[in-house]
Structures are given as C-alpha cells and as structure tokens.
C-alpha cells in the first residue's frame, strides 16, 4: 500500500476514452476535488458557486463533444481531462484521494501527446489558484491574471499556456 502523498509513477494507473456511461463518475471528481481540494484557495461562497452542475445532460453532451480521458485505477475513475479543438484543455480534475499520486501528470502528458498529433502549435487552460503551481511545473506560463463570475461569485483564476514546438 502506498502512503498518501508518496509519488506514483503510475504503473497501478491507465487511462481510457471517455464513453457516455462515464458522465457521473465525471461529474462526481469535478465536484469533490473542487469542494475537497480548491476550498484551501477560495472561499466557501466561492466554492458554492463553482461546484454545481446545472443539467447532468448538457454536462455529458460537453463531454462527449471533445477529445475527454479518463485516469483509471484498475476500473475506478480516478480524475479527467479533455482538449477541445482549438488547444483549450478546458477541464482536468483529479479525486481528492489521488492528488499528488502522477495522475493528473498523467492525464496531462495524454492531452500534449493528442494536441501534438493534432499539429496543434500550443495548448492552454485557465488554471484555478489551486492548479497554477501544477501547470507552471509542467512549462505552462501565466498569459494573463484573470476574474471570472460564477453565479454571482467572483473567482481569481489564470490564462496558461505551453508552447508545444
């Protein structure tokens, strides 16, 4: 068993396809990893405002409408990425328990790995605080300090991006 926090170098781990069943695992990372792990950056009315999902339908058209993987642990979804097609990966989130184990590095890697298949020149995403130290370790650079609104709430997050050439 390895202790929490220990790097994995991701041999316990793969990645899969997004297929339509695996909307709700989805939508089930994306609100614990921002209730669990961006509530250390945002406050809780921030929090409130950023993990909601309106319509389960219109999440899982999102989905299925891009490029989307999915990080397994043996047949546990374990966290998401998708790219769309002009190089925005525009969500990876990564459960709670996983965080700090190489999966979302693993994800990450899928995405440049497709973008570069796709002859696409950079990739680039608007990091949460929580998320900018991750992408800046991986040679994302700060484009722009941004706010966005989310249901009233005002959110500090920024515009990355990597050169893939």
Not at 104 to 110: F, V
């Amino acid at each position: 068993m390895r202790a929490h926090g220990t790097p994995a170098s991701g041999e316990n781990f793969s990645i899969k396809a997004y297929d339509p069943g695996d909307s709700q695992a989805t939508i089930d990372i994306f609100l614990r990893a921002i209730r669990e792990v961006a509530s250390k950056d945002y406050n809780p009315a921030q929090i409130a405002a950023w993990a909601k999902v309106d319509d389960a339908e219109v999440w899982a058209q999102h989905r299925a409408s891009r490029p989307t993987w999915l990080a397994m642990d043996a047949s546990t979804p374990i966290g998401f990425a998708d790219l769309r097609g002009d190089g925005c990966l525009d969500m990876m989130f990564v459960a709670p328990d996983y965080q700090g184990r190489g999966v979302a590095s693993l994800l990450l890697a899928t995405v440049e790995s497709v973008a570069c298949k796709q002859g696409l020149q950079r990739i680039f995403t608007e990091a949460s605080l929580t998320a900018r130290p991750f992408f800046e370790r991986k040679g994302f650079v700060v484009a722009a300090a941004q706010k966005v609104e989310k249901r009233g709430q005002t959110l500090a997050n920024f515009l990355m991006e990597k050169s893939l050439t």
